[in-house]
């Protein structure tokens, strides 16, 4: 599979510095979707504050190849270097990261994908690493918190979990691409979920993702 970045570019916008979204991954299959949403924010004209788990560092070396070291993950195997200048990586581990508190001025945060394991933690209101505090944070701060579950089948903890997220005020998106645009690539259809994302958080982009209807007089 090629690189999720590898697709259409379109130059960084100029917006105010202080514009951050705060993205999470999480170990659940699916990892395209969260690095083709750090770039097209970026190109947006976001700064970009990157949580990845211990798991979510894993499926990205498992799916896409991204490279790591006892330093740290090799980020520039997943982004060219003008991406890079506006992204902050943490890894989860770190509880004492500014993301863990809600004096961190983050526009919105969206966790893409998101597992099981860490929708079951949100929506039970735990803080065990630092992509689970953050959302958290958004949560009690009322920003926009985006989950994208990514898992099949599902089980009925896994409803209950998406219903109490949903019900506390964040959206909970499924990876579920559509095929209306005519798909002819993995990229179109990853990019029909993060069409859907950023849509959600009000982040312009030229995705091509809209339903052929919309276009019609």
Known sequence: ????????????????????????????????YGVRLVECAVRAG????????????TVLEDELGMRSSPAGPDLASLWPREVLARVTYTAAENLRAPPASGSFGAEAMAIVPCSMNTAAALAHGLSANLLQRAAYVALKEGRPLVVVPREMPLTRIDFENMARLASTGAVVM?????????????????????????????????????WPGCERK
């Open 1 to 32: 599979m090629s690189r999720p970045n590898s697709g259409r570019r379109r130059p960084i916008a100029k917006r105010p510095a202080d514009r951050t979204l705060i993205v999470g991954i999480s170990g659940a299959s699916g990892a395209a």
């Open 174 to 210: 499924p990876a579920m691409p559509g095929f209306y645009h005519r798909p002819k690539s993995v990229t179109d259809l990853v990019d029909f979920v993060v069409a859907k994302v950023l849509d959600r958080l009000g982040i312009g982009h030229d995705l091509d993702a809209r």
């Open 46 to 57: 976001r700064r970009v504050h990157l949580i990845v788990t211990a798991a979510g560092r």
